[in-house]
């Protein structure tokens, strides 16, 4: 797992073309810091959901799935993982930021990734029933909207699904 302020190694941030954090491989790697996130929030009881922001290779901030352990309705991933960041940065802005999340973002996390205008947004698993980056909605890329952000899907899906199978198969047995 990265920690926030962790960089990749400077061979792969500074290699040719790189502008953003598009490759699989640095994908797949700041996914899994989403993955352990995930699994913290499993561990309090919480949906395991991770969500972790990005820019320019480094990790600005985490955030896990906290409803349950803070009784906060609003304590999803997303909006723990952009508090934070926001909390640290001169702006809530999130210009030229990529968000790497476990499930696909809710109206409301959609809503607030829009708001923050994240430039990017890495999902694992699709979530057919409250999804809004596909699934349901397609909140990011609503041209009537104010912002847009780019949106790359099936990230580590598998990592994701098992990990909230596993969560909820003994809550539904």
């Given at each position: ?47 395991p ?16 799935n906290r ?83 780019d ?23």
């Amino acid at each position: 797992m990265l920690a926030p302020g962790v960089r990749l190694s400077d061979d792969i941030a500074t290699r040719e073309g790189w502008d953003d954090v598009t490759d699989a491989t640095v994908d797949a790697t700041f996914m899994g810091t989403a993955l352990e996130a995930a699994k913290r929030a499993g561990e309090h009881d919480d949906v395991p959901v991770g969500c972790v922001l990005v820019e320019n290779g480094a990790i600005i901030a985490v955030g896990e799935n906290r409803r349950e352990v803070d009784r906060d309705p609003s304590a999803h991933a997303e909006i723990v993982a952009l508090r934070a960041a926001a909390s640290r940065r001169p702006s809530w802005r999130m210009d030229g930021v990529t968000a790497y999340v476990t499930l696909e973002p809710c109206v409301m996390c959609a809503g607030a990734l829009l708001n923050a205008r994240v430039a990017r947004v890495v999902i694992g698993a699709m979530d057919e029933k409250a999804g809004a980056v596909g699934s349901r909605y397609n909140v990011l890329s609503d041209p009537r909207l104010l912002h847009e952000a780019d949106v790359t899907y099936d990230v580590r899906a598998d990592d994701s699904v098992r990990l909230l199978s596993e969560f909820f198969s003994p809550r539904r047995g």
